[in-house]
């Protein structure tokens, strides 16, 4: 099953920076590029489950807090020559409300 | 866009790649090259002369490369002109290309002496694969050799024909061996290192004609004998000439550019046609044309970013090292290692031993040196060289190497050839040594930051980059290019430390934006890297004005606390001095229960640390602490640690503990380059250990002493003597001071130690004890930036509406 949550004002998320939004057990990284689109991505490192959401934003990626790794916000994949991927959400814009798209068979996946 | 090519080798191709990571859609790219091989590593042909590599092993860009890049490449394809009006290259066979940038990479060709015979067959340069060739071949059917030219290649070529079995006769007009890289002695000692492995000199001798045999079935004559001027003749079934070499213009001279002894170029590598670029061999800039790897590497990196439009990047020459590749004998020479009337030299030399070194001084600085037997440290001296390093402080050392210094820590240079496969060289991300060498060879790396993003080795804490390096030197020999100590900020941009702040000062930038705009950032919002390191710059430089950027520091500075490894936070309150209270300590202990901290720790700088705090309880912890930020997070001033002095030790002959705190009352809130850590003791038994502080302050009957650049971190640096005072203000002001200079003066990142290394004990007092009237302002300018700082603690606390990053969303 599929629907979207809202999750805050645009304005509550820096730009260039992130949130931690918590749904059912696992923490989801809502993030917020300068030209203020938003990305959304499982809130691990695919290296060692460092917190993404307190990393530094630049371009359309974030380095991990905990090892530097840099992740992609738009696929959730590490950058080279780090292999890993993190789960990645749809987010959308309205009214200047951000919103966020959760499937419930996937967030079971990732439950801890 | 069209670019096209001209040379398929290492200057050119090197250029391509470069371009290829920094504007990889910009170009449809086509290479010709007259070789019939892809690019190989040409530096590499001695070893496959001496049996150590094939032809294979030095393959750098396969022909899968160059077609999963979408690149045209042509081979045995000899660019016999340009038509620079209509912008097309023509082959020899007729095959065409146009072209919107043209690169030229044409290399150079071996010198071959004007006598007669030199067109005699078995006469030949040394610079190919099929030169190489040819030298195999005849090894198998020949029996004497004889190579003009006792230089870095000629010395290679006849180690190489020796081990394929010829009788080899070295010649040359000097009077002794590699005069460009060695001074006699050295030379000396060479040749009769070499001819213990089979080699014959004939030295100051200068060759007047080559003789042919009766002409075989074909009418083609082999030449049979060499003679010297002297009259001497000796048998030569092979020639090699390898006495020097000549940049390949003339294409680029028949096409009407600007050449003079070479392609001239200006420091953005642009030839006469601004349309045309020139990089490596075929080159002469500022004169110079450069026959080794290193530089045509830096021209192709800046050659690369003006192809890519950035309009950014200065060749401005290269100093170089050399290496002699022959398996067995180390040589490693560099600079100006001659030397004149007014140069110093410092020489150790063990005939035995087999070893020697020289070092050439001038101004307190080296400038030159010959390393012969022992080259382990070659890269230290090279980079000092190349840094402009002051060496008095190490001068007595000097000789004996890095490792004389009496290095605790495991930064570890030199060690790199005695280690085995198996050792780590990275503690951090777990690599060894066999890891990094496979790397570097498999996958072509030349320098650290390739070796750091492929293997992570001394991509965390930093402390193993220098045995990196060493792995890398020794791993590529003559190959590796030293980075200058100077390099970019990061890949963000061209420009160094030093240049980005003088420019923010310049040109008095005030936020990140207006200051990536006006040094012409390649990216849009600058990187992990880049962006704390401005925000630095900015701050203090213009404290007060400039804007601090929350998203441009790390998550420790952004929420003043410390992430740990479970994404929970510590909380670690100030204590000036490491003097608490019953107070204090009730109300640590009721928030610890309040919110179930998991763990409560004395820590080093004696302080209590929180451990395991969520982020969202961070707030509520900081308003029911109602202590201030011990800012144990910070780059900038952590804590002053002091012993009991004279208030109740019986040894104590000051009070460090008020010292203590009137230090950190003074210096609170300062942001610094990286962590400073204080500490003062009330006598020389030193209990609060201010032998390795940034700043160590210790009392004495008759006042203070104050130590400076010590670090008990990854690499135990005991602290140096700045300076003995007399009072209490004097310490807050002569240590103020010293703090205020490094945070204008050093990196981003460096400690005190490491700014320290990098200018100078000597720099330091001047500015401190020479110059009281700059001490006087550099204390002022401190206490300038720190007035009026609030603490962010309660910053927080009052403001919560302005700080929702605290607050976690539950949907």
């Known amino acids: 099953m599929t629907h979207w949550v809202k999750v805050a004002p645009l304005n509550e998320i820096p730009a260039l920076g992130a949130r931690i939004v918590r749904s059912k057990g696992i923490e989801i990284g809502v993030f917020r590029l300068e030209d203020d689109r938003i990305f959304a991505i499982n809130n691990q490192c695919p290296h060692k489950g460092g917190p993404l959401s307190e990393g530094i934003v630049y371009g359309d990626k974030i380095a991990c807090p905990m090892h530097s790794w840099k992740i992609s916000l738009i696929d959730g994949k590490a950058e080279e020559p780090d292999v890993g991927q993190t789960a990645c959400f749809n987010t959308k814009v309205e009214n200047g409300f951000v919103y966020l798209e959760l499937k419930d068979p996937e967030l079971k996946d990732l439950e801890l | ?811």
């Not at chain 2, 001027?229 to 000549?246: F, W, Y």
């Not at chain 2, 070092?359 to 010959?370: A, Q, S, T």
């Not at chain 2, 930038?509 to 705009?517: C, E, G, R, S, W």
């Not at chain 2, 992430?563 to 936070?569: A, E, L, R, Y």
């Open chain 2, 1 to 811: 866009m069209k670019l096209v090519v001209v040379g398929n080798g290492m200057a050119g191709m090197r250029t391509v790649e470069e371009l290829l990571k920094i504007a990889p859609e910009l170009y449809d790219i086509t290479v010709f090259g007259d070789e019939p091989y892809p690019n190989y590593n040409r530096i590499m042909l001695s070893p496959v002369l001496a049996n150590e590599q094939t032809v294979d092993d030095i393959i750098l860009n396969t022909r899968e490369w160059y077609a999963e890049h979408n690149i045209t490449l042509y081979t045995n394809a000899r660019i016999n002109k340009i038509d620079r009006k209509n912008r097309v290259v023509y082959t020899e066979d007729g095959t065409s290309a146009e072209y919107d940038r043209l690169l030229l990479a044409t290399g150079s060709k071996p010198f071959m002496l004007p006598i007669p015979g030199k067109d005699l067959e078995g006469v030949i340069g040394y610079r190919d694969i099929k030169d190489t060739n040819e030298m195999i071949a005849t090894a198998k059917t020949h029996k004497h050799a004889v190579v003009i030219g006792g230089g870095l290649l000629g010395l290679e070529a006849a180690n190489g024909l020796k081990i394929q079995g010829m009788e080899v006769t070295v010649v040359h007009k000097n009077e002794w061996l590699l005069e460009k890289q060695l001074d006699k002695t050295a030379g000396k000692m060479l040749q009769k290192n070499l001819e213990a492995k089979g080699l014959n000199f004939l030295l100051q001798k200068n060759t007047e004609l080559l003789i042919g045999d009766t002409p075989d079935a074909n009418g083609k004559c082999r030449v049979k004998t060499a003679r010297f001027t002297d009259g001497l003749e000796i048998a030569a079934d092979l020639v090699v000439m390898a006495i020097g070499i000549r940049p390949n213009f003339a294409l680029a001279e028949s096409a009407g550019i600007y050449c003079n002894k070479g392609i001239v170029v200006n420091d953005t590598m642009q030839t006469y046609d601004p349309r045309i670029y020139a990089v490596g061999e075929c080159v002469a800039h500022r004169g110079i044309s450069y026959g080794l790897v290193a530089p045509l590497f830096e021209m192709a990196k800046v050659c690369a970013t003006h192809l890519a439009n950035f309009g950014i990047g200065l060749y401005k020459g290269s100093v170089t090292s050399t290496k002699l590749k022959v398996t067995g004998i180390d040589l490693f020479s560099a600079g100006d290692f001659t030397g004149d009337s007014d140069t110093e030299e410092i020489v150790l030399h063990d005939a035995v031993g087999g070893i020697y070194k020289k070092l050439v001084i001038k101004n307190d600085k080296i400038i030159g040196g010959v390393l012969y037997g022992d080259t382990t440290d070659g890269s230290w001296y090279f980079q000092m060289l190349r840094d402009g390093k002051a060496i008095h402080e190490i001068r007595d050392h000097l000789m004996f190497g890095q490792d004389s210094l009496g290095n605790t820590g495991h930064q570890g240079q030199n060690k790199a050839a005695a280690m085995n496969n198996e050792m780590e060289v990275c503690g951090c991300n777990g690599v060894c040594k066999g890891t990094i060498v496979k790397a570097i060879q498999d996958q072509g790396l030349f320098t650290i930051d390739d070796v750091k993003k492929q293997t992570k080795a001394g991509s965390s804490c930093g402390s193993c980059v220098g045995l990196v390096e060493q792995i890398l030197a020794s791993t590529l020999g003559g190959g590796y290019a030293p980075p200058s100590t100077s390099k970019a900020i990061c890949g963000c941009s061209d420009k160094n430390h030093e240049e980005v702040r003088a420019e923010i000062r310049a040109h008095k930038y005030l936020n990140i934006p207006d200051a990536m705009k006006g040094m012409a950032w390649r990216t849009p919002n600058g990187c992990a890297t880049c962006r704390p390191a401005l925000n630095y710059y900015l701050l203090s430089s213009w404290p007060h004005e400039a804007v601090d950027d929350p998203q441009s520091r790390f998550i420790n500075e952004r929420v003043h606390a410390n992430i740990q490894k479970d994404g929970t936070f510590s909380v670690i309150p100030r204590m000036y001095g490491g003097v608490t209270t019953p107070d204090q300590l009730r109300k640590i202990a009721d928030v610890a229960d309040k919110y179930a901290v998991p763990m409560v720790k004395v820590t080093g700088g004696q302080r209590i640390d929180l451990l395991g705090v969520k982020k969202e309880d961070l707030m509520g912890m900081w308003k029911d602490l109602d202590m201030p930020s011990g800012y144990a997070y910070a780059k900038g001033i952590r804590t002053v640690k002091t012993c009991v002095g004279s208030e109740f030790c019986r040894f104590g002959t000051q009070n460090s503990t008020q010292m203590g705190i009137d230090i950190e009352k003074a210096f609170d809130h300062m942001w610094a380059p990286h962590k400073v850590k204080f500490a003062v003791s009330g006598c020389p038994r030193n209990c609060a250990e201010s032998g390795i502080k940034d700043v160590g302050i210790i009392g004495v009957d008759s006042g203070w002493e104050i130590y400076v650049g010590g670090n008990g971190g990854i690499k135990t640096e005991a602290a140096q003597f700045l300076c003995k005072v007399k009072g209490h203000d004097e310490v807050l002001e002569y240590s103020g001071a010293f703090i205020q200079i490094y945070r204008e003066e050093a990196r981003y990142l460096d400690r005190t130690v490491h700014w320290i290394e990098r200018v100078g004990l000597e720099y330091v007092k001047q500015r401190i004890l020479e110059d009281s009237e700059g001490r006087k302002a550099a204390y002022e300018r401190l206490l300038f930036a720190l007035q009026g700082v609030v603490d962010p603690w309660a910053e927080r606390v009052n403001n919560r509406d302005k700080h929702k990053e605290f607050e976690t969303i539950s949907v």
